[in-house]
């Protein structure tokens, strides 16, 4: 063989590059076994919902399938197709009867619900679903020994619930109730099933919000009629399990297939009781968690819906036209001060850091994926339109600069440095520069970076050892403003992480909490986000999260039902109303 | 030799409770724990979620635990998952032992093939190819690779899938086994054609040459034999190395391996799924270098061990 130059074997191989490069260019993109829909601007698919066919769409995988246990949005995604509670809340985040028959009645000192269930409801494996399930249910999610994350939902309401659950004690002072003792707590917890349609639930004082709390996923039944549940004991509790056959349902779907890591697949329950019966055969959730390499997925048809890739929103949207939509996330982003590290007590240094931050430059530098805010409350739960507080707490350089100087900084002089810690994603270090860049350029102040993982950088949130936190902030449990507020700015608050301590704050919110008169109620819980707002108690928001996602255009139910409910895809509050137009 | 391989297997024990006991102390030493969240939980709820796991007693009671059940043959319970940790590698291993055990062929056929006709084509067109090869193949990451691939032959193209592995099902292996593969087969290249170079200039290759033997005989029976022994060194760890999982590869095609679920369990403090997940790791490891020791002996006759 003649021996070629090294140069020739260098332009050989720059042609076979260029050769691929161009091939794949003009490829077509039909080929090959998968299935592909060209992105782009295209307009929604006209025509009517088909009975049948398979959803495909990204999730995230569960880290518990236990309704009583689970408080990540992943679990509570899913456990919602799978199961359904007395109550469920519609679009308007309006309670309405599910597997109740009407709404409860409820006494005049507003302790007692009466609730009356359907008749003839079944499990999906035609077991009669009864009162006895309901109560199980409560009572499961005060044990002990389950270990709700969720408890907190009933424990200052549900009577016995609280006494019940702090039965093991604390690490400090632990305790060893016997199973006797055990049994008689549980028996005192606020839930009794009359008879096999009526469930009475007692409550320690009127809270005007049970209704809702009701609708939520720590009230959802248990499956008595199973052997593992039938025999358990407070002591011994049967274990939810993950195994489809080891499960049974009274939601929308059932869970036919798990693969770990992989993905669930949902069939629909015969025995579902809902008015919107489902219309596909099949959802399949893929459990990615890139959103990359989910939108590849999509790209290449092996997804149906998919999260857009916010990192690259502008060019996602371009891409896929109408395809893409976002919605609010019923979530706020903020700021959070430790006050009991000085300067931040000074309110002046607070407002001077708050007033620094300019919001929507803040939301072009992340693609323009949130929508800025100056409210803790959002509208779509009550609170005042997001640019409210503009004039307080928003972005103003000349009053950050007179207020640093009142607190005795002027020009940033004398000021100490202090740490904002940050998780070590990439989007949110580009929040801390952000936050840095802005202190420096307008204040003459050097704030310091501390990226860490997720469980330190919560550990170190917990033990307050920590002067500013990127990205703090509050992800709605229920839709309703007590949610926003209740342990989070009352002084002591069990997730009190800045350490607000307002005397008229925690007034406020102690008239709001079992105020029966809603209109009130909900004025008063308005006021309380004025003032921990401008008073910048413990934050200062900066953003609402909002999802992004990427749905083809035979889907349907997703966009339309998507909602400030949505968990992690769009819609799957209401999953039964998915379907496809071909 | 069986006298070898069972010492071997005795010291293995001391070595995987070492593994053991240094992975739980640094497990421990860092900070954060499996319920320390974005969302704080009410210290009520976390003592009790400490308590159900175990948490709330001291180290040296969990300490004992961990090894109390692990001589029951119990590798403890995700509290992640709540599922058994040995379920979760069983399911999860599966994967990644096709995934890994299809990139190795993959890598020692083509890193073998390539090394080899670099070496009998030292200097000319063969050699540049496969140094090429090789030097690509070590330079660029894996995810680098992979992003390649997935624009080109998926998105553009629509060969090959993106999402999941299905052994058998040659849409979904193409892509995660070159991905995984190309390293260490660049790897085996470089070192298969230094290996060869150096034998083909021996004595008895010449030897070999002078008493009229076939090319071809030379090449396989003599020369691809002897230059076997270095590449054995690194196939047992690279063996190792594939079939314990990648994160990179498993996160990019969403494969559901050990690889992913090991670092996963790392930050989400998962305590009860990081210990077995390292210990069977370790067991792995420490396998593959036996079984490397004894092709060793196997290839080289002069090898024994006593």
Known sequence: MTLLKPWRFLLLALLAVAAVAAFSACGDD?????????????????????KGGTLTVQGLEFKSLDPHYSAFPQDVSIERMLWRGLYMMNKDNVPQPMMAASMPQI??????????????????????????????????????????????????SVAGCADFFAALGTADAPKTPTPAELKALEDKVGAKAQDDTTLVITLNQGQPTFTIILSMWPAFAVPTHLSRFASQTPDKTADWGVDPKGLV??????????????????????????????????V???FIEKNDVADNAYRNGELDEAYADISNLAAVKSEFGAEYF??????????????????????????????????????????????????????????????????????????????????????????????????????????????????K?????????????????????????????????????????????????????????????????????????????????????KQVNNLIVTRLCGYTPYYNEANSWLVKPYVVGIKENSSAQDQIAGGDWIAEAWGRTK | MTGYVIRRILWMVPLLWAVATVTFLLMHAVPGGPFDQEKKLPPGIVANLNAKYNLDKPLVEQYGLFFWDLAHGDLGTSFRTERPVTDLIKEGWQ????????????????????????????NKLGDYVGVFFATAGTAMPSFVIATFLVIIFSVKL??????????????????????????????????????????????????????????????????????????????GPIFAVLVTGSFITETIFSIPGVGRRFVAAVFDRDYGLIMGTTLFYATIVAFSNLIVDILYAVVDPRIRYS
Request: proline share 7%.
């Open chain 1, 284 to 286: 399949v959730l893929k």
């Open chain 2, 158 to 235: 629509g060969w090959f899938d993106v999402l999941g592995w299905e052994f058998g099902n040659y849409h979904k292996m193409v892509l995660p086994t070159i991905t995984l593969g190309t390293l260490p087969a660049a790897y085996i290249a470089r070192l298969t054609r230094a290996s060869m170079l150096e034998v083909l200039t021996q004595d008895y290759i010449r030897t070999a040459r002078a008493k009229g033997l076939a090319e071809w005989a030379v090449i396989v029976r003599h020369t691809i034999k002897n230059a076997m022994v270095p590449v054995l060194t690194v196939v």
């Open chain 1, 107 to 156: 006494s005049t000192d507003g302790k007692t619900y009466t609730i009356k269930m359907k008749s003839g409801l079944k499990w999906s494996d035609g077991q009669p679903l009864t009162a006895k399930d309901f109560e199980a249910g409560i009572k499961r999610t005060c044990n002990p020994a389950v270990a709700s994350q969720e408890e907190f939902v009933f424990d200052q």
């Open chain 1, 249 to 282: 349902y009274n939601g929308p779907y059932i869970l036919s297939e798990y693969k770990l890591q992989d993905s669930a697949t949902l069939v629909p329950n015969p025995n579902w009781a809902g008015e919107i019966k489902p219309t596909l055969d099949k």
């Open chain 1, 30 to 50: 039909d080929s090959g076994g998968a299935t592909n829909t060209p992105g782009g601007a295209t307009t929604p698919a006209a025509g009517q919902r088909i």
């Open chain 1, 326 to 439: 976002q919605h609010a996330y019923p979530g706020v982003r903020a700021l959070l001060f430790q006050m009991k590290h000085p300067p931040l007590d000074k309110l002046e240094v607070r407002l001077a850091l708050s007033q620094a931050i300019d919001r929507d430059q803040l939301n072009a530098v992340l693609g323009g994926a949130y929508l800025p805010t100056t409210s803790w409350l959002p509208e779509d739960v009550g609170g005042p339109p997001p640019n409210a507080f503009q004039d307080q707490i928003g972005f103003n350089p000349t009053k950050a600069k007179d207020n640093l100087s009142k607190a005795g900084f002027p020009n940033g002089q004398g000021f100490p440095k202090l740490t904002m810690i940050v998780r070590d994603t990439p989007e949110t270090q580009a929040q801390a520069a952000f936050f840095q860049n802005s202190f």
């Open chain 1, 441 to 525: 350029t307008v204040l003459n102040i050097d704030v310091s970076i501390e990226p860490l993982d997720s469980p330190t950088r919560s550990a170190r949130i917990g033990s307050g050892d920590f002067d500013l936190s990127v990205r703090s902030g509050w992800l709605q449990d229920y839709p309703d403003p007590e949610n926003w507020f209740k342990g989070a700015f009352d002084t002591g608050g069990a997730i009190n992480l800045g350490n607000c301590s307002d005397p008229e704050v925690d007034a406020l919110m102690k008239k709001a909490a079992f105020n029966t008169n809603d209109t009130e109620r909900r004025d008063q819980w």
């Open chain 2, 95 to 122: 994967v990644t032992a096709q995934l890994g055990g299809v990139a190795f062929l993959y890598a020692l056929v083509v890193g073998i093939t390539l090394g080899t006709i670099s070496a009998l084509n030292h």
